[in-house]
């Protein structure tokens, strides 16, 4: 038997009804907040994510699914590829290449599938999906603004609620300007040195190279040693500093609960400034929900102008996973509201012209309509409807065309009547 690759999965209904509520919800929440659809590609040129996500990350140097383009044109022979590990680099890169910031300050939002080639455990897979949004924009726009970072942060406290996760905790920090990091960095150069031989190849590797990265380490024993190392927010310049607050001032006149977490750095090179992460209870070891943070050098970075900006992606995995833990994808799947059912030779073609009136019906936006077929015996088309969960069963038999009305049977109840054609919509859709 052939099987889905190692880390990848299929959505299957009735899990999917559950998918297309999180996005519904989501996009009705974008739409409020007047954030706009982007689709960039699902692979782009490798040196997208070396240059914007940073050569040391652990995305970068051991997770990407990289190959070498063969196409037969010259120009495609030899090009590195990459499927997209993340979107922030592939939204940046479409800001500059479209010239994008000709319309200002602008709100993306873009759904979709990502790859890590990462162990596969629970909440994480080597395909997984995310909903991720983007502020980015000219300083004069007010991208730069600690206001933007707050209405980010209190528009993913909505988007959780709206969607019905509870006992989030918010997770916040200031990773500072890249002139604060080369302070921290070279701080934690210093404390490294003496006990850096004790710890993993990695960390050995990341203290020579970019140290920051040393916070990535999942290792446990070397958790002991980068528990005592220094802290970001002791290198804060004013500037930075006073960012910082604003943001907190916010989140506390709106009423979004924080808490701050001073080794929070996150995975990726982009980040300046705010940095944060959205952790629930329920998902286990991998408990992180989202995460984000500010990118002020990302443009510029990838041969753009500059153009502050702050965005976000949802594991939409991990969010779904734990709303499996309140609402099961049952109570969102909708039902059938009339199961038709032909009965004997020649029916079909009148059942198929009800179910065409019905589903036209200007009563009928939201309506579940569920075909038989003539060739099954009255007995199996209500096994038929009562596994589907139907609530009513519709029979179009020869004498009910004869006489242009229809058996209809509620089948919770088991009350059966006959009804005229021009009344079934009414009937049906109405209640
Ligand atoms: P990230 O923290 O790498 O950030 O990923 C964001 C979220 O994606 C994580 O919090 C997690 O929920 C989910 N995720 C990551 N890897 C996996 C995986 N292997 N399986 C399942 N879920 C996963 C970013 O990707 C940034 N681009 C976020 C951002 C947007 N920053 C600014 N704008």
Redesign the pocket.
């Known amino acids: 038997m052939i099987k889905s690759p190692r880390g990848t999965r299929d959505l299957l209904p009735p899990d999917t009804a559950l998918w297309n509520f999180v996005e519904a919800t989501v996009r009705d929440v974008f739409r409020a907040y007047n954030f706009h659809e982007i689709r960039t590609p699902i692979f782009e040129s490798t040196e997208l994510f070396a240059r914007g996500v940073g050569e040391e990350t652990d995305i970068v140097s051991k997770e990407m699914f990289t190959w070498e383009d063969r196409g037969r044109a010259e120009s495609d022979k030899g090009q590195s590829l990459t499927l997209r590990p993340?979107?922030?680099a592939g939204i940046v890169r479409a800001y500059i290449e479209h010239k994008l910031w000709e319309r200002g300050l602008n709100k993306f939002f873009s759904i979709g599938p990502m790859f890590?080639r990462?162990r596969p455990q629970k909440?994480?897979?080597r395909q997984?999906y995310?909903i991720?949004a983007?502020v980015i924009g000219p300083a004069a726009a007010g991208s730069q603004s600690p206001a933007r970072d707050a209405e980010i942060l209190e528009l993913l406290a909505t988007l959780l609620d709206r969607v019905g996760i509870t006992g989030w905790t918010l997770e916040l920090n200031s990773v500072g300007c890249p002139e604060d990091r080369a302070k921290f960095n070279e701080a934690l150069r210093l404390a490294l040195a003496p006990v850096v031989g004790k710890m993993c190849a990695d960390c050995q590797r990341r203290a020579v190279t970019n140290p920051l990265r040393v916070f990535d380490c999942k290792v446990p024993e070397d958790q002991p040693i980068i528990e005592t190392l220094p802290t970001i927010s002791q290198f804060l310049d004013e500037s930075c500093r006073a960012h910082y607050e604003e943001v907190k001032n916010i989140l506390n006149a709106v009423g979004v609960p924080y808490v701050e977490n001073q080794r929070l750095v996150?995975?990726?090179d982009y980040y300046t400034r705010t940095a944060f992460?959205f952790t629930h209870g329920g998902l286990g070891a991998q408990n992180?929900?989202?995460?984000?943070?500010r990118?002020d050098g990302l443009s510029e970075a990838l041969g753009g102008p500059a153009a502050p900006g702050i965005?976000?992606?949802?594991?939409e995995?991990?969010l779904v996973l734990s709303l499996m833990e309140t609402a099961s994808a049952e109570s969102v799947v909708r039902k059938p509201d009339v199961y038709i059912a032909p009965l004997g030779a020649g029916m079909n073609r009148h059942a198929a012209r009800l179910a065409r009136e019905l589903r036209r019906h200007e009563l009928a936006a939201n309506v579940v309509i569920e075909l038989g077929d003539e060739a099954f015996r009255l007995k199996k088309s209500f096994e038929a409807a009562d596994k589907m969960g139907a609530r009513y069963i519709l029979i179009v038999g020869e004498n009910e065309v004869a006489a242009d009305a229809f058996a209809l049977k509620h089948l919770a109840s088991g009350e059966q009547v006959t009804v005229p054609r021009g009344e079934l919509a009414q009937r049906i859709l109405r209640t």
Request: net charge negative; charged share 35%.
């Open positions: 993340e979107n922030t890590r990462e909440g994480r897979y997984f995310q991720d983007e996150r995975g990726l992460e992180a929900i989202l995460g984000g943070g990118y965005g976000f992606a949802i594991g995995d991990r």
